[in-house]
């Protein structure tokens, strides 16, 4: 029997669809593994093993803030010519070292499991150790550009640590506190500012017109002056309370308005006195707030506290001739202060 010849005809169809499929599925094939490539990448960029351990964060954070702190401290009395350190204290006995160090870890830890962004650190900064450096300033003799200085230092020394530890500590890898979501506009944040301000502006001058020279002549021992206090006006201090009024409105108001509803905030809204029990009663009494109010309130509070236990230490351990009782009148005028302003910028953001 002959050979059956294959067509040539036939096996050209067959190696033309063979191709016509190759070449189908090529693009298929490309895109498939564009994917995978994109899926590799995306994981390689959110692999947590460039965060820091949980352990190490905070001990870092503390380390830079007291190396920057010293570093700092040079610096000031090479460009001051020792301005500063003549006016203030040195490091004496063990035991101030040890309340120091300590107040400086509190502040710090406050801030680091608080939550807190680097510039809201630094306004914290600025509430706790304005006080001190504006009565160097005032009536110590300190110049405006020492005081300045001095100032400056101190806030780098918790915003930069924060700057560059934080984004190796939290999932979305900032340093700020979801800007794009807090971000107030800007006249609101002028207005709060200017709030802030005004407030600082009043407690201070009528402090320094009518409280403060008693107190300051009777605990303050060896002070140069008394002669800005009693010339003090509110274009004098318009300067320094700026500052301040920026720093409360960054501390207390940004995160205050930018706080949404949450759940418990329904449970307040349902809250029956009738039939609720005299534990709830209670409770709701004394923190039945919203999850806003809350915060401007804890906000206010931290505020206080840590105005006037940073001013406390800073005049009896850091200054010379200032007697505790003295120390803790001085540090109550900047606690109503800021209490005022959060008080005020509570109103303002208030639902």
Same mark, same amino acid.
């Given at each position: 029997?002959?050979?059956?010849?294959?067509? =040539?005809?036939? &096996?050209?169809?067959?190696?033309?669809?063979?191709?016509?499929?190759?070449?189908?599925? =090529?693009? #298929?094939?490309?895109?498939?593994?564009?994917?995978?490539? &994109?899926?590799?990448?995306?994981?390689?960029?959110?692999?947590?093993?460039?965060?820091?351990?949980?352990?190490?964060?905070?001990?870092?954070?503390?380390?830079?803030?007291?190396?920057?702190?010293?570093?700092?401290?040079?610096?000031?009395?090479?460009?001051?010519?020792?301005?500063?350190?003549?006016?203030?204290?040195?490091?004496?006995?063990? #035991?101030?070292?040890?309340?120091?160090?300590?107040?400086?870890?509190?502040?710090?830890?406050?801030?680091?499991?608080?939550?807190?962004?680097?510039?809201?650190?630094?306004s914290?900064?600025?509430?706790?150790?304005?006080?001190?450096?504006?009565?160097?300033?005032?009536?110590?003799?300190?110049?405006? =550009?020492?005081?300045?200085?001095?100032?400056v230092?101190?806030?780098?020394?918790?915003?930069?640590?924060?700057?560059?530890?934080?984004?190796?500590?939290?999932?979305?890898?900032?340093?700020?506190?979801?800007?794009?979501?807090?971000?107030? &506009?800007?006249?609101? #944040?002028i207005?709060?500012?200017?709030?802030?301000?005004?407030?600082?502006?009043?407690?201070?001058?009528?402090?320094?017109?009518f409280?403060?020279?008693?107190?300051?002549?009777?605990?303050?021992?060896?002070?140069?002056?008394?002669?800005?206090?009693?010339?003090?006006?509110?274009?004098?201090?318009?300067?320094?309370?700026? *500052?301040?009024?920026?720093?409360?409105?960054?501390?207390?108001?940004?995160?205050?308005?930018?706080t949404?509803?949450?759940?418990?905030?329904?449970?307040?809204?349902?809250?029956?006195? *009738?039939?609720?029990?005299?534990? #709830? =009663?209670?409770?709701?009494?004394?923190?039945?707030?919203?999850?806003?109010?809350?915060?401007?309130?804890?906000?206010t509070?931290?505020?206080?506290?840590?105005?006037?236990?940073?001013?406390?230490?800073?005049?009896?351990?850091?200054?010379?001739? *200032?007697?505790?009782?003295?120390?803790?009148?001085?540090?109550?005028?900047?606690?109503?202060? *800021?209490v005022?302003?959060?008080?005020?910028?509570?109103?303002?953001?208030?639902?």
């Open positions: 029997m002959a050979p059956t010849k294959r067509s =040539t005809r036939s &096996d050209a169809t067959i190696t033309s669809d063979t191709h016509e499929q190759t070449l189908a599925e =090529t693009p #298929q094939t490309s895109l498939s593994v564009a994917g995978k490539m &994109d899926e590799v990448a995306q994981g390689a960029t959110s692999v947590p093993g460039r965060k820091l351990p949980c352990a190490a964060q905070f001990p870092l954070t503390a380390a830079l803030s007291f190396a920057l702190s010293g570093l700092g401290s040079v610096v000031m009395s090479q460009v001051s010519r020792g301005e500063l350190q003549s006016l203030t204290r040195g490091w004496g006995s063990w #035991q101030e070292v040890a309340v120091l160090t300590s107040w400086r870890l509190a502040e710090l830890a406050l801030a680091w499991y608080g939550k807190l962004d680097c510039l809201e650190a630094a914290m900064n600025v509430l706790a150790h304005g006080p001190v450096i504006f009565l160097l300033s005032a009536f110590y003799g300190l110049s405006s =550009t020492s005081a300045i200085l001095a100032l230092i101190d806030v780098l020394s918790i915003a930069v640590p924060f700057y560059l530890v934080l984004p190796l500590s939290r999932a979305d890898g900032s340093a700020l506190r979801n800007s794009n979501r807090e971000m107030l &506009d800007m006249p609101m #944040q207005l709060t500012s200017l709030l802030s301000t005004g407030i600082y502006t009043v407690t201070l001058v009528l402090s320094l017109r409280l403060l020279p008693r107190i300051l002549v009777l605990y303050f021992h060896g002070l140069p002056t008394l002669e800005p206090a009693y010339s003090a006006s509110y274009m004098d201090v318009l300067p320094v309370t700026l *500052v301040f009024g920026l720093a409360a409105s960054k501390f207390i108001f940004a995160p205050f308005a930018t949404g509803k949450a759940k418990e905030d329904a449970k307040i809204e349902e809250f029956d006195p *009738v039939n609720a029990s005299l534990g #709830q =009663t209670v409770e709701w009494n004394f923190w039945g707030y919203t999850a806003k109010t809350k915060v401007v309130i804890r906000r509070i931290g505020a206080a506290l840590l105005t006037g236990l940073g001013t406390f230490v800073g005049c009896s351990y850091r200054m010379h001739g *200032v007697e505790a009782a003295g120390a803790a009148a001085y540090a109550s005028v900047w606690v109503a202060s *800021v005022l302003a959060g008080v005020g910028l509570g109103f303002v953001g208030g639902e």
